[in-house]
């Protein structure tokens, strides 16, 4: 039942909370101070922090598809992308933007409705009474100077992205009607590649050695095929995500090539012939961390400056505030940065959600919660029905500490995108408490299994251990029960068509 409607006064539409959903790009929860890891006290996030202690923070928020446009995807439809029809970024067609979403049932139930920052889905927003987003490099956005789409209009604005956004989302705020609620996306490009810090933090941490993750020199033992062969390793950053500055007198072109090397295969970046291959792993790796962070604590800072704003002005009370980001990403474990992987520091998203009096301070939520679930537990806070088409479930009884007793034991993961970029093979899997069981399957037919119990850091591949025998058997019988359950039960050969296709839409000629 909505909690109010347009015929009803401005005294009963106070009664729905409005949402502030801040969204980042590639944000690790191990970069957030809140959920522990190598750097909480090296670089904390006291803000984020902040909407943790006075609500709840999520432990086990997975994502079903770990890369940006399919995961945001799912998140305004809460559906998997094969049922919204968007799988991949690179040639992954166009978001079909006709179809439901959870903004626009926001929008039709009366609420004022804006998203302001990184969109990334090729089509045109829709359900917003204003919008604002990035349309530069491929809907990436720039760090500096970005190009937006302001309602339509072409802009360029001068200045730090992550800055800016913040600026134009408090603007939108100020002008809003106030008789309504309202539903904020402030979604930012940061802390996504190519890491660029404000210039007041681009020499923040240059006098320390950040730590090295346990796994950084993982040896993939067996996990060759998959783990061990890929294109997202410290090998594989570029002289420009390194900031290393041209020769002059380069044209444009040859300048971009210039910065651009290191992205292929075989093209090493070092600062010196006389680095070692592990010594310039490990300079690329102190520089990346760094700049990683320092994008990520201009994010921590511009979300204070939200909260400031919600409480100066009298909504701290009645809204909902969300931080989370589009999924996990890699800070060195493995060897690796980027995503895509169902392994843990890409599969897991941070979420922490305040809703004062509604939601106790101070909570932590274990449940398995998936991206496809936050749309139906935004609109169920807002008393706005969810159809019976969303695929996601509501955990806003899980949130109030009454978890609905038949609540989701795993979860069913699928990524399709192969071999651009960074060459991770497609593969589906399901995951638990304790166990996970993946496939790889576009050119091979390799399964990978863990005990998260035993081995978090997921090194240890038990998939020929007989002691595992009968474990194994039941998780792919409940992984083939999972995929028939969402409705993906597409040969082999047709999950590898999806990923052959050329779908149009971002970074693809076709039309």
Not at 144 to 155: A, F
Not at 267 to 289: F, G, N, T
Not at 351 to 362: E, L, M, Q, T, W
Request: glycine share 8%; aromatic share 14%.
């Amino acid at each position: 039942m909505n909690l109010f409607c347009h015929g009803q006064d401005e005294t009963e539409n106070k009664k729905a909370p409005n949402i502030v959903f801040i969204f980042s790009d590639d944000h690790a929860t191990n970069a957030i101070s809140a959920y522990g890891g190598l750097f909480r006290e090296i670089a904390p996030t006291p803000n984020i922090d902040r909407i943790a202690s006075e609500g709840t923070l999520l432990k086990n928020a997975l994502c079903t598809n770990a890369i940006c446009g399919p995961s945001r995807a799912s998140i305004l439809t809460g559906k998997y992308s094969h049922m919204n029809g968007y799988y991949k970024n690179y040639k992954g067609g166009v978001f079909d933007n006709k179809q439901w979403t959870f903004p626009q049932a926001l929008k039709t139930a009366g609420f004022q409705t804006a998203l302001v920052g990184k969109w990334h889905l090729a089509s045109s927003p829709v359900g917003f009474d204003y919008y604002k987003y990035h349309i530069s490099k491929g809907q990436q956005g720039f760090y500096w100077n970005p190009v937006y789409n302001d309602n339509g209009q072409e802009k360029v604005e001068n200045g730090y992205a992550t800055n800016l956004t913040t600026d134009f989302a408090l603007d939108w705020l100020e002008q809003r009607d106030t008789r309504k609620p309202f539903c904020l996306m402030l979604q930012y490009k940061a802390p996504h590649r190519e890491w660029a810090p404000d210039t007041k933090y681009e020499t923040l941490w240059d006098s320390i050695q950040m730590p090295y993750p346990d796994s950084f020199d993982d040896s993939y033992e067996g996990r060759e095929l998959t783990a061990g062969n890929t294109e997202m390793t410290m090998d594989y950053f570029s002289r420009q995500d390194m900031k290393m500055s041209p020769p002059r007198g380069l044209s444009k072109q040859k300048r971009q090539k210039w910065l651009h090397y290191g992205f292929k295969p075989g093209q090493i970046v070092s600062p010196s012939k006389d680095l070692s291959a592990q010594q310039a792993r490990q300079w690329k790796y102190q520089r990346y961390i760094k700049d990683y962070l320092a994008t990520v604590k201009s994010v921590d800072d511009n979300i204070g400056r939200v909260l400031d704003y919600l409480k100066t002005h009298g909504l701290e009370e009645n809204t909902i505030v969300v931080y989370s980001s589009d999924q996990g990403f890699f800070l060195g474990e493995h060897g690796f940065f980027d995503k895509r992987f169902m392994y843990e520091e890409a599969l897991h998203m941070p979420f922490v959600i305040r809703y004062p009096r509604v939601i106790a301070p101070g909570g932590i939520l274990e449940d398995i919660i998936t991206n496809i679930d936050f749309a139906p537990t935004l609109l169920d806070m807002a008393g706005v029905k969810t159809p019976e088409a969303v695929q996601g479930k509501s955990f806003f009884p899980n949130l109030k500490g009454k978890t609905p007793k038949d609540w989701q034991k795993s979860m069913y993961y699928h990524y399709y995108e192969y071999p651009y970029y960074h060459r991770v093979q497609p593969h589906y899997g399901i995951r638990n408490q304790r166990y996970k069981l993946i496939h790889f399957y576009y050119d091979m037919d390799v399964w990978e299994f863990y005990d998260l119990k035993k081995d978090p850091a997921e090194l240890n591949n038990l998939i020929d251990l007989a002691a595992y025998k009968g474990r194994i058997k039941k998780l792919k019988k409940e992984l083939y029960q999972l995929k028939e359950e969402y409705g993906n039960q597409l040969s082999l050969n047709e999950l590898r068509h999806i990923t052959d296709t050329d779908f149009g839409g971002l970074e693809s000629k076709k039309k």
